[in-house]
């Protein structure tokens, strides 16, 4: 069976539809001579093949005769745009792959392998529909009253089934938007839109609303489609407070009221959603190419949402977030006795550079704290604990954030100072120049 595919590249200035071919997967030309590991691509003779067990290249062992080292890639591309899952291939981001009838879409670029299949690997794929699903028009992104920021990727994408022309996309306050069942668009205006698919003489419609900055949208109440998208990304644990003999039970029917200093469990989503909005110039140094929100799911499967006070600790892919995690305001304790004298509502990267801090305990390699006169340390920035891996997501909101507004930028830039300056044994150095340049910049006297 021949598999063939197209493939939507989402770009900085502009969103390309375009056919794959062997060069979009960034691959070398083979060469003798060269390691090659399991997963590795290489380009011979216009062909993509996939490396299939370590090896080292030799002249006469080239890929289109070594079926036991390399398997070739198909890039033909056909009209409906959907790939046929198989292991061995290479898959970009965006792509996306019918398997066993289920249409998933590809998370990160990567080679597939056996025992990887899709609904195996949420940190690769995300399930999408049912390829022989209904007879009408079935819009399955965006959700329903989903949000996004001015400029942010949206991805349109209808099951129309085979019955049905070309549908066509409509905006009702940017008009047509394009024509095709998989559409990705990054300049819809700010406001509410209603989007239309038309398919014949049928439609679908789906209503979004666009927001200016991040800092606009976490304003904004979650959809209840984009609560239970968090809900199926993370398995969250609700726990009362013995200790304040206080239940979730008792806030089960307040309403998203960000003026409120009572826990909610709509601040939690709210802010677990702005992270997967949040878009950079430059990749964050330690999500290996992954978005920020990606990142997070791939070490963090559990979280515990707790009502005590507390500390915040994270390990074996689980993190505990004390009471701050789950209310709107500003205060500078997490028990809720302590009072304060006006309500603020706090930025959403205060609480996010913990999940960064926190995730980290569940990555292998974690050096761990230092404990130096009861006070906590890093005992390096590159490659190094909690405090590391929240001030480099802070260097990046202030340096690089796509999606943040000036004053965010400039509050993440004095709490990445601050842990710069009281988390670290100085000097605090990295081996990355563009790194150290943003650590040099912020500790300048």
Same mark, same amino acid.
């Given at each position: 069976m021949t598999t063939m595919k197209k493939t939507f590249l989402l770009l =900085?200035?502009?969103?390309?539809?375009?056919?794959? =071919?062997?060069?979009a997967?960034?691959?070398?030309?083979?060469?003798?001579? &060269?390691?090659?590991?399991?997963?590795?691509?290489?380009?011979?003779?216009?062909?993509?093949?996939?490396?299939?067990?370590?090896h080292t290249a030799q002249a006469a062992w080239t890929p289109e005769i070594t079926a036991a080292l390399w398997n070739a890639v198909p890039v033909e591309a056909d009209a409906s745009g959907i790939y046929y899952w198989i292991p061995r291939a290479g898959y970009a981001a965006g792509d996306l792959a019918d398997y066993e009838g289920g249409i998933y879409h590809a998370l990160v670029p990567h080679a597939s392998l056996p025992g990887w299949e899709p609904p195996a690997v949420p940190a690769l794929w995300q399930y999408l529909y049912q390829a022989d699903e209904g007879t009408v028009p079935t819009i399955h992104s965006p959700l329903a009253g989903e949000r996004f920021v001015a400029g942010e990727p949206v991805v349109l994408t209808v099951n129309t089934g085979d019955s049905f022309p070309q549908p066509v996309w409509h905006s009702s306050l940017n008009g047509q938007l394009g024509t095709g069942n998989n559409l990705a668009i990054?300049?819809? =205006?700010?406001?509410?839109?209603?989007?239309?698919?038309?398919?014949?003489?049928?439609?679908?419609?789906?209503?979004?609303?666009?927001?200016?900055?991040?800092?606009?949208?976490?304003q904004a109440e979650p959809s209840p489609a984009e609560i239970a998208r968090i809900e199926s990304d993370f398995t969250l644990v609700w726990v009362d407070s013995t200790a304040l003999n206080e239940s979730w039970s008792d806030y089960e029917n307040d309403g998203f009221d960000q003026t409120s200093t009572a826990p909610t469990k709509f601040a939690a989503y709210a802010k677990l959603d702005a992270l997967r909005h949040q878009r950079f110039s430059r990749p964050l140094p330690m999500a290996e190419g992954r978005d920020a929100y990606i990142y997070l799911k791939h070490v963090v499967h559990t979280l515990y949402l707790t009502l005590e006070g507390g500390y915040n600790y994270g390990g074996g892919s689980t993190i505990t977030l004390t009471r701050g995690f789950s209310v709107w305001d500003l205060r500078s304790s997490a028990d809720p006795t302590v009072p304060f004298p006006d309500f603020v509502l706090a930025f959403y990267h205060s609480p996010l550079y913990l999940l960064f801090h926190e995730g980290r305990h569940s990555e292998p390699g974690d050096p761990g704290h230092l404990y130096i006169d009861g006070q906590q340390f890093d005992p390096y920035l590159e490659n190094g604990s909690g405090h590391a891996w929240a001030a480099?997501?802070?260097?990046?909101?202030?340096?690089?954030?796509? =999606?943040?507004?000036?004053? &965010?930028?400039?509050?993440a830039r004095v709490i990445a100072t601050s842990l710069l300056t009281s988390r670290f044994p100085r000097p605090v150095t990295h081996s990355d120049p563009e790194i150290q340049a943003i650590i040099d910049e912020l500790l300048a006297p």
């Open positions: =900085s200035a502009a969103v390309v539809l375009a056919v794959v =071919s062997p060069i997967f960034g691959a070398d030309n083979w060469t003798p001579g &060269i390691e090659y590991r399991a997963g590795d691509t290489a380009l011979y003779n216009d062909t993509l093949y996939v490396c299939l067990q370590y990054d300049w819809l =205006s700010t406001g509410t839109h209603l989007i239309t698919v038309t398919a014949g003489d049928v439609q679908a419609v789906v209503t979004v609303r666009v927001y200016p900055d991040l800092w606009k949208l976490y480099l997501y802070l260097m990046w909101v202030y340096k690089y954030g796509l =999606s943040d507004p000036a004053v &965010i930028k400039q509050d």
